[in-house]
């Protein structure tokens, strides 16, 4: 298998679906793959990216059996939080000073230096607007996940996760062509972790109540209450 290369059986348990599922929406042209010598081949970043841009519209379902099949891909407790680790005061905000795109994702990665976990700012901001002009992280419901389109090994110690609230709202590229205030910018050191974190903030996001108790929590510390929450019920759910 060249580098790079996934098979078609983990891309499966990392999608959470059966191997036949995934090459009937292979060969419709559903998910971006390569047909070699007969075989259908699939390109590592090009599946990243495609799980990236696909997630903000997947059912809590589709989330639920993807969130499973990335922890068994990852051999990691079902039951294990990951979003909870990466929760840290100093990169919770709940009143944004920015008004343009381009201002929150300079204090994004400005709240991600302060962590003291970031390497190179200049580097992940660079990654990030990037990934915003490839396509916009904003989603539905005034949420946006800044990312960067690939992991930064070296940019940074360990995962970061960055939270933030811009009461006014922002013209962020949503879908649905509403202003995003919600913003949650994760940078990570693999693929899998990478999606994962994804997955999971996804599935947390898509309780609408609990998205309106971040919007109104007054300070960092019930913002850090809320996530944590959040995060148990959602693996609570998954036994």
């Not at 000073?97 to 990665?109: G, I, Q």
């Amino acid at each position: 298998m060249p580098y790079g290369a996934i098979e078609i059986q983990e891309l499966a348990r990392l999608l959470g679906m059966d191997a036949r599922q995934v090459e009937r929406m292979a060969q419709r042209g559903d998910i971006p793959c390569q047909k070699i010598g007969g075989q259908l081949r699939f390109n590592r970043a090009a599946i990243t990216e495609w799980l990236q841009q696909r997630m903000g519209s997947m059912s809590d379902d589709h989330l639920a059996g993807f969130d499973a099949g990335i922890t068994a891909h990852r051999e990691t407790d079902p039951e294990e939080a990951i979003i909870i680790p990466q929760l840290r005061l100093d990169a919770i905000s709940t009143h944004l000073p920015a008004r343009t795109r381009d201002s929150v994702l300079r204090e994004l990665v400005k709240m991600a230096e302060d962590t003291g976990l970031l390497y190179d700012a200049n580097e992940l901001l660079q990654a990030l607007n990037q990934r915003e002009e490839l396509c916009s992280t904003a989603m539905e419901a005034g949420i946006a996940m800044p990312h960067p389109r690939r992991p930064m090994p070296y940019t940074i110690a360990e995962p970061i996760l960055v939270i933030a609230y811009a009461p006014k709202g922002i013209g962020f590229g949503a879908p649905d062509g509403k202003l995003t205030d919600l913003f949650f910018m994760s940078c990570s050191q693999d693929d899998k972790h990478h999606l994962h974190v994804l997955a999971r903030l996804c599935r947390m996001l898509s309780d609408n109540d609990f998205v309106n108790e971040i919007r109104h929590a007054e300070s960092p510390e019930m913002v850090m209450d809320l996530m944590r929450q959040r995060e148990l019920t959602v693996i609570a759910d998954s036994r």
